[in-house]
């Protein structure tokens, strides 16, 4: 947004080097910008992953699921809907339905046993 602010000032107040400015800002500036700041996405992205191994290891605290817990967190309304499905998304990619479901049946025979 300062880019296309700056070059606009220059280009209303008549100044010749605008077009420069615009070339350089868009070429050179914005790309180092995000390579040095990243996008808000990307930093979402890298939060969710630390979160999911937070979440693993935490797992092994309850007898929640990790997709039990995905689920339970959606429903509360603490993910959105973009969010949700890009957390399923990963957490399947990592672990299969059946998987989860064996686990589940496996804690649950541990629960029953004295």
């Given at each position: ?17 605008w077009l420069a ?88 025979r541990e629960t029953?046993?004295?």
């Amino acid at each position: 947004m300062a880019v296309t602010g700056f070059w606009l000032v220059a280009l209303v107040t008549g100044q010749e080097w605008w077009l420069a400015a615009l070339l350089v800002g868009y070429v050179v500036v914005v790309p180092l910008t995000e390579l040095l700041y990243g996008d808000a996405d990307e930093e979402a992205a890298e939060g969710s992953v630390d979160e999911t191994e937070a979440v693993q290891a935490s797992s092994a605290d309850t007898d929640e699921t990790p997709l039990e817990r995905l689920r339970r967190r959606y429903a509360e309304g603490k993910l959105t809907d973009e969010q949700f499905e890009r957390k399923l998304e990963r957490l399947l990619e990592t672990e299969t339905l059946e998987d989860v479901e064996d686990g589940a049946a496996v804690r649950e025979r541990e629960t029953e046993r004295p």
